[in-house]
């Protein structure tokens, strides 16, 4: 355990509240255009979208907040990263009430979990290189995007990339928020994007009766559950760990499963314990006294809710954008998520066959019986699995 949190002096505030800031910085700047890319191919109109903006942004700030104080660490909370990548598609064919209803299974699924105290014995159940091939699988089409406008727009894609590619060279943490910075400063200078009528707009919620159908249930709501509790939560849980905090899964899982479920008919999809954005504010460029870098959670989570309340605001900015531009900036966003979901798919030579038919059936993104493709690919790797790997015991 943690030795008592020590008194807090006023010099003890900057560096924990600029890495919360960082961190809220690098998680809008980077694959939150996802949710926008996924409002997109749902047609939400832009009330709606700035209405998921709201919900997101409020529900994390909150609970990561409030876990924050609870218990005295850095407990960084983020949208589900993977699960909205994963709606891009799900939203293209699955009703929006349907959706929600869907999120709120989702969400359910995780309170239950967290209440159970199950969350290490569901994660043993689930092969990590079946979970790593789908998440890749999932991801995939993201990855190739990146690079698929250079045939439509060569000049800004081609900018993105290099960019990226120095920026993550000399500086990797900030790659992502340096291409979404100098590619709006090229859209900018070529008129491409209007904002001169941009103004500060607090978000109005809308509520979305939720409506329950199976095609939801098995094409959404599943594949929603196992990536973030695969994708997210357990990378999310390995960071606090390997920075010294101990708090249990458990409250953490109840926790954000919870706001998620409240949060749901507003838009919100999922919420979660943040991973990668999350080392930021618990590594020692927090504070060098880990009993202090509680504040940078604190901070994080007033952050976030400030951006919630302006949800409209950064809804504009971000419809505002060229497709071309959204894609590749998501791609690249996930550049990195790709490639540790394949590594991880490939680690374990036992497994590593199922794992890639896991992958390749995901990417197919199989459209059977009206139920979607990360279903299916889950389906067919487990099958896979049990094939290659049953023993039948000696003779």
Not at 152 to 179: E, H, M, N, Q, T
Not at 201 to 223: C, G, H, M
Not at 318 to 327: D, N, S, V
Request: charged share 10%; glycine share 12%; with cysteine.
């Amino acid at each position: 355990m943690l030795p008592a949190t020590s008194a807090i002096r006023l010099n003890d505030l900057m560096h924990p509240i600029v890495a919360g800031l960082i961190s809220v910085i690098v998680n809008y700047g980077g694959t939150f255009i996802l949710v926008f890319q996924a409002a997109r191919a749902a047609g939400l109109s832009p009330e709606r979208t700035a209405s998921w903006v709201w919900s997101v942004s409020i529900g994390v700030g909150v609970t990561g907040l409030l876990l924050s104080w609870r218990y005295r660490e850095p407990i960084i909370t983020a949208w589900s990263t993977p699960a909205a990548a994963f709606l891009v598609t799900a939203l293209a064919t699955t009703p929006y009430a349907e959706a929600v209803g869907a999120y709120m299974i989702s969400a359910a699924a995780f309170v239950a979990l967290g209440l159970s105290g199950s969350f290490e014995k569901v994660i043993r159940l689930i092969p990590p290189g079946i979970a790593s091939g789908l998440l890749a699988g999932i991801l995939l089409q993201f990855g190739i995007g990146a690079f698929g406008g250079a045939s439509v727009d060569p000049a800004l894609v081609g900018l993105l990339v290099v960019v990226y590619l120095v920026l993550k060279r000399f500086s990797a943490r900030y790659a992502v928020v340096g291409i979404l910075l100098l590619g709006l400063i090229f859209l900018l200078a070529q008129g491409r994007v209007d904002l001169s009528g941009l103004s500060l707009q607090l978000a109005t919620p809308l509520l979305t009766v939720p409506e329950f159908s199976l095609n939801a249930l098995l094409s959404v709501a599943l594949p929603l559950f196992l990536i973030t509790l695969t994708g997210q939560y357990m990378p999310g849980m390995l960071v606090l760990r390997n920075d010294g905090f101990r708090t249990s899964a458990n409250p953490i899982v109840t926790v954000t499963g919870l706001g998620s479920l409240l949060m749901a008919p507003f838009g919100s999809h999922a919420f979660n314990i943040a991973a990668i954005t999350a080392a930021i504010a618990t590594g020692p460029e927090a504070h060098e006294d880990r009993r202090k870098r509680w504040i940078a959670g604190i901070a994080a989570g007033c952050f976030y809710i400030l951006v919630g309340v302006f949800g409209v605001t950064l809804a504009a900015v971000f419809t505002a954008f060229p497709a071309t531009f959204i894609t590749t900036l998501a791609g690249l966003a996930l550049l990195g998520t790709i490639g540790g979901s394949l590594a991880g798919a490939m680690a374990d030579p036992a497994t590593r066959e199922a794992s890639l038919i896991t992958f390749l059936a995901s990417a197919a993104n199989i459209k059977l019986l009206g139920i979607g493709g990360a279903f299916w690919g889950l389906v067919i790797g487990l099958l896979a699995y049990a094939v290659l790997n049953f023993r039948f015991g000696r003779a």
